[in-house]
């Protein structure tokens, strides 16, 4: 079956310009995940979703990060007046949401370079 | 809050070496425990994982044992190919709330014919 996929692959954008990335989890997924992977920080949370309920937020670095999910399922993540210490490769992951142990599967990432 | 501490690398072995990759935890309660590895130009794939102390976890010929006495999950392989040459992230999950994974900084694996 498909994984889980994102778009774009790579983004190069201008320093202050908006950028949206897209996530479309695995079919039947409940929770799905941001995380951001840099070379300063390794790898980091961002954002949780979980079905319906209000999404956890709390790794989000500032307030031009913003993500949203519709439908329970595709989720896009917003970076707003982008900086250079954004440039990051953006990780999608998703799970069932159920069960003892929330195997998260990832996507290919979206390389987001800000020049 | 947690925290996941793992050697630093490249680590540097021929075809046929034994591996060890060192993983240490900080957690609260009792969390989940996971290897992924990223392949060059792939994503990041989940490679075993136990769920409880003493668990261990299993695949490709690696091997990881879940010790809560030494806060530990190193990831051991008996025999690397050149086909294992990766990034090595360990990681855990809490076991409560969102579940979101906490993650080491990452061991490269380069395997020499």
């Known amino acids: 079956g498909a994984g889980v996929s994102q778009s774009p692959s790579n983004k190069v954008t201008e320093k202050g310009k908006d950028v949206e990335l897209r996530c479309d989890p695995i079919s039947g997924h409940t929770a799905l995940y941001w995380y951001r992977q840099s070379l300063g920080q390794g790898l980091e949370f961002l954002i949780y979703f979980q079905g319906n309920s209000a999404p956890d937020k709390s790794g989000l670095p500032s307030d031009r990060f913003s993500a949203e999910r519709t439908g329970g399922s595709v989720s896009t993540l917003t970076i707003q007046r982008t900086q250079q210490e954004d440039s990051a490769v953006y990780l999608c992951a998703s799970s069932t949401g159920t069960g003892n142990v929330h195997e998260q599967f990832f996507g290919p990432g979206t390389r987001l370079t800000v020049l | 809050g947690d925290s996941v501490t793992q050697m630093e690398g490249p680590v540097t072995l021929s075809e046929e070496a034994c591996l060890t990759i060192?993983?240490?935890?900080?957690?609260?309660?009792?969390?989940?425990l996971f290897w992924y590895v990223q392949y060059p130009g792939e994503g990041l794939q989940l490679l075993l994982k136990a769920t409880k102390a003493d668990d261990k976890g299993s695949n490709k010929g690696f091997e990881a044992t879940y010790r809560k006495e030494t806060t530990s999950f190193h990831l051991e392989k008996g025999s690397v190919q050149v086909s294992d040459s990766a990034v090595y992230f360990c990681?855990?999950?809490?076991?409560?709330?969102?579940?979101?994974?906490?993650f080491g900084s990452g061991t490269r694996l380069q395997v020499q014919p």
């Open positions: 990681a855990l999950s809490d076991n409560t709330g969102r579940r979101a994974l906490t």
């Open positions: 060192n993983c240490t935890y900080t957690a609260t309660g009792y969390p989940s």
